[in-house]
């Protein structure tokens, strides 16, 4: 009987993989329920109609519970300039969206200090991204 138990236990053993049912190293922060859209583009359809319809919906529907709205290039020059996609992105904020910004960027067309007061997170974006894109956050580009 002990001969068979122990037969068990080391073929049970042989055929399990404890990686299965275990965190993958470097992914032990894996956040599936995140949405980080990295907004680019400077087209203010492409705004209003897309990037920003999108990531509110996100948020109020309740599709992620986590979004983050990451305004690089060309959208930092819109949104500054931009009175009804400030509001938007205001709105956004106000409803839980967290807006970050391109430090790099927004000092590249002279607006950081724009963005700041609209009570966005202006600062390097690479490392956050990289660390986005590393613990299994969806991101998505417009």
């Not at 993989?17 to 492409?46: C, F, H, R």
């Not at 904020?93 to 202006?122: K, M, P, T, W």
Request: net charge positive.
């Amino acid at each position: 009987m002990k001969t068979k138990l122990l037969l068990a236990l080391v073929a049970g053993l042989f055929f399990f993989n404890p990686s299965k049912i275990m965190a993958q190293p470097g992914n032990s922060e894996s956040n599936p329920d995140k949405l980080v859209v990295l907004w680019t583009s400077g087209d203010p359809y492409v705004a209003e109609r897309v990037a920003l319809m999108y990531t509110h919906a996100a948020k109020t529907a309740h599709w992620f519970s986590n979004v983050t709205l990451i305004i690089w290039g060309p959208s930092a020059k819109l949104v500054a300039e931009n009175i009804k996609i400030q509001e938007k992105v205001k709105q956004m904020q106000n409803d839980g969206v967290v807006i970050e910004a391109c430090v790099v960027c927004a000092n590249s067309y002279g607006i950081a200090d724009n963005l700041r007061e609209l009570g966005f997170d202006v600062r390097g974006m690479g490392k956050p991204l990289t660390d986005y894109l590393k613990s299994g956050a969806k991101v998505l580009t417009f």
